[in-house]
């Protein structure tokens, strides 16, 4: 479905919260042995790039990561500034951006099955700049870092792209309920 906001400062706001709302959702996090915790996270970059489509699900995800990269403590266990985005998980950050892209490019093709497809190809492109930067700092091999950084959180992945779709949809469908935005 494709949505029209009202005025430019709705479209500011809407970006706000979804890079308030990823900030949130990255605080719940489980700490792992290898360094790279489990997260909402995917399930909130789903969410964003659902809801606000290709160029304002990027724009979200940059001001999140923006935020992480002057000190704010956005990211997984409270943590932010640069060195985030140089650590182990700090691929999955360039990651996440990726995966809102492609996310959003598939919030509006009008096709379920095309937009979790989409959906699932920015996550294999997420867990591909994560296990990369993970295997050159841990000096590993990249199916050993897919092993232990990627493949664990495989289902919960999955789980979080198809469940940030339905939420999208729920989210997208009370906004047009409540004539915020409207539908093209």
């Not at 996270?41 to 699900?57: K, N, R």
């Not at 979200?60 to 943590?79: D, M, Q, R």
């Not at 997208?172 to 004539?179: C, G, R, T």
């Amino acid at each position: 479905m494709k949505i029209q906001y009202k005025n430019k400062l709705q479209k500011m706001v809407m970006v706000g919260v979804f890079a308030a709302v990823m900030a949130v959702l990255s605080q719940i996090s489980i700490p792992l042995p290898t360094g790279v915790p489990i997260t909402l996270q995917t399930f909130a970059v789903a969410l964003c790039g659902y809801v606000l489509g290709f160029g304002m699900g990027g724009l979200s995800l940059a001001v999140y990561l923006a935020l992480g990269a002057v000190g704010l403590p956005v990211f997984a266990g409270f943590s932010g500034g640069v060195g985030a985005f140089l650590g182990v998980t700090g691929g999955f950050l360039w990651g996440f951006f990726l995966m809102s892209l492609l996310c959003g490019l598939g919030a509006r093709q009008g096709r379920k099955w095309l937009a979790l497809l989409l959906g699932l190809s920015g996550l294999v492109l997420c867990d591909l700049c994560g296990a990369i930067q993970f295997a050159v700092l841990m000096s590993t091999s990249l199916p050993q870092a897919i092993l232990l950084v990627c493949l664990p959180y495989l289902v919960k992945d999955i789980i979080s792209v198809v469940l940030g779709y339905a939420a999208a949809q729920a989210i997208l469908y009370s906004l047009k309920k409540s004539k915020l935005v409207s539908a093209v």
